[in-house]
């Protein structure tokens, strides 16, 4: 064997430390079907795995856990592998992506001895974990604003357009398409609340703890915290190195938001359909049938209904992976790439929706002819009863559910006030006085939302105000997440630029 062909062997011994503690090298059934998987899930880890090298190096130089001329070295090299240099080729028999990073680095300097002074390669890879999803959370808020806006904005502009609302897919009750999808806004301001609650728990450094609890060589986590951007520390050292509950409670948001709206997206493929006729995708949201050349398939919402699926499988995984012993590396193994996969899948998922909001339309005619045509103004005749003729609800219901009986195969719209008050000394076995007047009033599908003024409710000022509310919400929520990618973003950039300067001044 060569030289040339030594030299790699060598180095895999060294940054799997085998000739110590290890006396031969992982088998090829170990290199492929254990590292080769673990480095799978690694790989979106590279770049914030630098950002933590090469900040961990900067502080050990400053406190002079790491020799000067050792540490200039050691960035120089950082620095480099930071740029993703075509001689950086992944490879499972060096292990994960610590040591692959190790491996290269040991190629080119010596100094590469004191990248893991007082340092797990399990912090280093926690840190990198936690920065990727400083940063996938951050760019997925932004993503659920811009569907909360659109929301919004298809909402005020549908304040007015009638449908009937459903309950057991039955038609209930009168309201609009705007009020309706207003519904579905809330859960999004709440996962936005979420969010930044939890933003807050993340964005906490885990670095400078050792393996469990701490290192005799000094670390400065005070240090590292501040120069990576994190809001502070997590103040137990074993805590920051095995928490599992933090990436649960991620993936729990993410299937939150996903089932919300898969809630959504499976009502608007039953109001897509011809018996309902209520919205039309636009045609870049749907696909064409390879059989039936009348179907316009709503796919894009099938997608997003999809996506709900499998966030409650990744759920499980993540809980699952959870169930370990309190220091084993299990709960971590799989989810440092499945997390932020579904953390894509999510977030491309709630853009695509973002989408057919943006371009769906609502079919206005139709709804005002489904309001007219049954009796979903059942429930405003029996709150006209009560009003109008002194009945108590009990008995109004009654007398309207008997209606509804005899004459369920007409519109409410056709009753008169004789057939209402025949009705009552059948029903109630006395007579009441109703007017054809106040019967037209109660069958007013426009004055019905009108009527409804309480908060929460369909009247135009009711729904001005939540409008209003929600604008207030995502714009407050928009200023702090702008502050947080600006503020990341400097800090990164910060780190490479004080490694650069400190060896321009060596």
Known sequence: MTSDQQQPALIQQKVLEIGTRLKTAPSDRMISSVFGVELSHQTHLFEAMGLADIAHTLIAIELKTIPKTDGYQLLTQLLELQNKPASFVLSPSRGDIYTNREAWLAERTDAVGWLGAGRARREATTTAFVLVMRQL??????????????????????????????????????????????????????????????????????????????????????????????????????????QADLFIEATSILTTCSINLSRLGEDLQVFSSQEFALVELDDQHARASKIMPQKKNPFALTHIRGVANKMIGVLATVSASAR???????????????????????????????????????????????????????????????????????????????????????????????????????????????????????????????????????????????????????????????????????????????????????
Not at 137 to 151: H, Q, R, S, W, Y
Not at 488 to 501: E, H, M, P, S, Y
């Open 137 to 242: 959370f951050v760019e997925f808020i932004e993503t659920l604003m811009i569907l909360a806006t659109a929301m919004v904005q298809k909402a005020e502009q549908h304040a007015l357009s009638l449908m009937p609302d459903y309950t057991y897919l039955q038609a209930a009750q009168p309201t609009t398409f705007g009020h309706y999808l207003l519904g579905f806004t809330y859960p999004l301001l709440r996962d936005l609340e979420r969010l930044e609650s939890f933003m807050n728990r993340l964005n906490l450094s885990p670095m400078g703890c050792g393996s469990t609890n701490g290192s005799r060589l000094p670390q400065g986590r005070q240090k590292l915290a501040e120069l990576l951007g994190f809001n502070g520390l997590i103040p137990h050292a074993r805590d920051a190195m095995w």
């Open 324 to 506: 370990t012993p309190s220091g084993q590396p299990d709960n971590r193994l799989s989810i440092y790439g499945e997390l932020p996969e579904a953390m894509l899948t999510v977030n491309n998922a709630v853009a695509l929706m973002s989408e057919v909001l943006q371009e769906i339309k609502f079919n206005t005619s139709r709804g005002k002819a489904l309001v007219a045509s049954g009796w979903i103004l059942a429930t405003d005749l029996a709150e006209t009863l009560v009003l109008e003729c002194g009945l108590d609800f009990r008995h109004a219901h009654r007398l309207v559910a008997y209606l509804a009986s005899e004459y369920q195969g007409k519109s409410i719209m056709e009753l008169d006030h004789k057939i209402v008050m025949q009705s009552a000394e059948k029903v109630l076995g006395h007579s009441i006085n109703v007017t054809e007047q106040q019967l037209k009033t109660a069958l007013d599908a426009n004055l019905a939302i009108q009527m409804r003024s309480e908060p929460g409710a369909t009247a135009s000022h009711c729904m001005d105000s939540m409008i209003t509310q929600c604008r207030e919400k995502l714009t407050s929520h928009h200023k702090k997440n702008q502050a947080n990618t600006v503020y990341f973003a400097n800090k990164q950039q910060t780190v490479l630029d004080r490694a650069i300067n400190e060896i321009g001044q060596e």
